[in-house]
């Protein structure tokens, strides 16, 4: 609604200056006003004093005091002042050449201070239109527009014609406010652009460069950018679907995105992302990508005997093949065999070209990869105990570096183990080629690692060999005397035997009298048992004594009978002894 402050109140800036024969300085005080309802603000200054019949200068600034309100139509009245004469007004910024031409035109027209005519005045007043929003005469300033905040400067050019008081009011004659709403229309476009390199090795991680790019006008909101990979390519976690979630893209704003994948086969890739606003339709396809990797692969074998006997020598042959193609540089080999075993021989491996067969065979061993040795940590071992089954399923390795391994060619070895008291013979030969992408930031997910693995086992063949041996400490026995039977069993095998258990027969010419041994013993009649021993080692020796009484005379025949887990009958082992008695001698 327009505004016109003289209906509600007037706004009236006064300024006084005195006016004497002459002065030493120039002072300046400064006053303002402003509108009722607080837009439009004046402010003026004027010289305190100035001299008769001397210009002088002051300034009246127009500000639009408000945040959001546009005033159009401003006027501003001069009201009449007593012995003042307003020579010119100009906007401030032109004021100094319009005070020299001013000063020209009265040295045209004389020293004698009078008044320039009607066309002077119309000169001035054109040279004050360079703001063409704003303008002025000696008697009104008018300015068309002013924004929130900003303001005009007028310069006042004026003459003291009289000594004493001299006041000069300007009045804000009207304006127009006005509040202006503006909406800008716009227009978002979305453009997505996928880049691939054409080719790579399956050692090297893979870059995909993704660029999402408004080209529009107009902001846009959420997004999602989705490539498919396939099968073959995946990223380092080890999915086949990259997504990037954008928050949304400004007006002509770009964003980019690198995934990191790796190829688990060699051969070509093709895919394209597609770029979809979550809340809208517009989306946006890239072009298609094609990658062609090529890779290094391996496959190791390894072959030997499938049984040996006690701690024979078990050879291996190990070969490691090139199945891909390019070359594999620094390719490590590792050897592995048990603890309880020891190596006798590793050879310096010899180059040689795949056959056909080769690769046959390293194709069916690569369908069915070879389960590992299992790698026990070893237990605590107290002072004489002996070796535990994980300690010696606990792994030794030898490690060695095939410089360079060609793409079909194969590298051969081979090795020697010597077993000792294991009952299995377990060994691996595992091959590696790894390159690592140094400018990645997370070195273990950028490693690209190419392992292969084979294993065989040799069943060591060990076989117990229980001994019994008898014997009496005196022959021949005279009647009242006793006889003691000395039975020694041992084993003398490779291998320990389970349920040992001896048990003896008397005569009948001897009767029971007492019995010792390692185990627990029983008599029953002419018959003594002794409890099994669980387990014998090799080596193991254990003594029993069978104390009797001769009942007669005539030779007697001891038995001594053995039975085990391994034995498949029963060992008895005979011992005679002559009996007599002093009487009939």
């Not at 460069?209 to 006008?217: D, F, I, L, M, Q």
Request: hydrophobic share 30%; proline share 4%; charged share 25%.
């Amino acid at each position: 609604m327009p505004v016109n402050v003289r209906g509600i109140a007037s706004a009236i800036a006064c300024t006084l200056a005195v006016i004497i024969p002459s002065a030493l300085g120039t002072a300046f005080a400064q006053q303002s006003v402003r509108t009722g309802d607080g837009l439009l603000t004046i402010k003026a200054d004027m010289p305190d004093q100035s001299r008769i019949g001397e210009e002088f200068t002051y300034e009246v600034e127009v500000i639009n005091s408000s945040d959001n309100v546009v005033l159009h139509d401003i006027k501003l009245q001069q009201r009449k002042a007593k012995g003042l004469t307003i020579e010119s007004v100009s906007m401030k910024g032109n004021q100094d050449s319009q005070q020299r031409q001013d000063s020209q035109d009265r040295n045209k027209s004389g020293k004698d201070g009078k008044k320039k005519s009607s066309g002077d005045s119309d000169s001035q007043k054109a040279k004050g239109k360079s703001d063409k929003n704003a303008k002025a005469s000696k008697d009104q300033f008018a300015i068309s527009t002013l924004q929130p905040g900003d303001s005009r400067v007028f310069v006042v050019t004026a003459t003291a014609d009289e000594e004493g008081e001299l006041r000069s009011c300007l009045e804000i004659a009207s304006y127009t406010p006005a509040l202006c709403l503006t909406s800008q229309i716009v227009k978002p476009d979305l453009e997505l652009t996928k880049t691939a390199p054409k080719e790579v090795s399956r050692c090297e991680v893979i870059e995909l460069t993704y660029e999402v790019k408004n080209g529009g006008s107009g902001d846009l909101g959420k997004l999602t950018v989705t490539d498919s990979l396939g099968e073959g390519l995946a990223t380092i976690d080890g999915n086949h679907e990259l997504s990037f979630p954008v928050d949304g893209l400004a007006a002509g704003e770009t964003r980019q995105f690198v995934a990191r994948v790796y190829a688990q086969k060699a051969g070509e890739f093709t895919s394209r992302a597609v770029a979809k606003a979550d809340n809208d339709d517009l989306q946006s396809r890239s072009k298609k990508t094609t990658t062609k990797v090529i890779a290094a692969d391996l496959d190791a074998r390894v072959t030997g005997p499938s049984r040996i006997y006690g701690d024979g020598l078990a050879t291996f042959t190990a070969t490691i093949t090139n199945t891909g193609n390019v070359a594999a540089e620094s390719v490590d080999v590792t050897v592995n065999w048990p603890t309880g075993a020891n190596l006798v021989d590793l050879s310096d491996y010899q180059m040689k070209k795949s056959s056909s067969d080769d690769k046959s065979s390293a194709k069916k061993q690569k369908q069915g990869q070879p389960t590992l040795a299992t790698k026990l940590d070893p237990q605590s071992k107290k002072k004489g105990q002996k070796k535990s089954e994980s300690e010696k399923m606990e792994m030794h390795s030898e490690s060695f570096v095939i410089d360079r391994l060609d793409a079909g060619q194969t590298a051969e070895f081979t090795y020697a183990v010597r077993t000792d008291n294991l009952e299995d013979l377990p060994t691996e030969v595992q091959a590696s080629y790894v390159c690592s992408i140094d400018s990645v930031e997370d070195q273990a997910k950028a490693e690209a690692k190419t392992t292969a693995t084979a294993m065989a086992t040799v069943t060591v063949v060990r076989l117990p060999a229980l001994q019994i041996a008898v014997i009496d400490d005196e022959d021949p026995v005279k009647n009242g005397s006793k006889v003691q039977y000395l039975i020694t069993v041992w084993n003398e095998g490779e291998a320990p035997d389970q349920d040992v258990q001896l048990s003896a027969k008397l005569p009948s010419n001897l009767k029971f009298d007492s019995a010792e041994g390692p185990t627990d013993v029983k008599n029953e009649g002419d018959t003594i048992t002794f409890a099994p021993i669980k387990s014998m080692e090799p080596g193991d020796r254990v003594e029993y004594t069978v104390t009797a009484k001769p009942t007669g005379t005539g030779s007697a025949r001891f038995e001594a009978t053995l039975q085990s887990e391994s034995l498949k009958s029963k060992v008895t082992s005979e011992e005679p002894t002559r009996l007599f008695d002093t009487a009939s001698n």
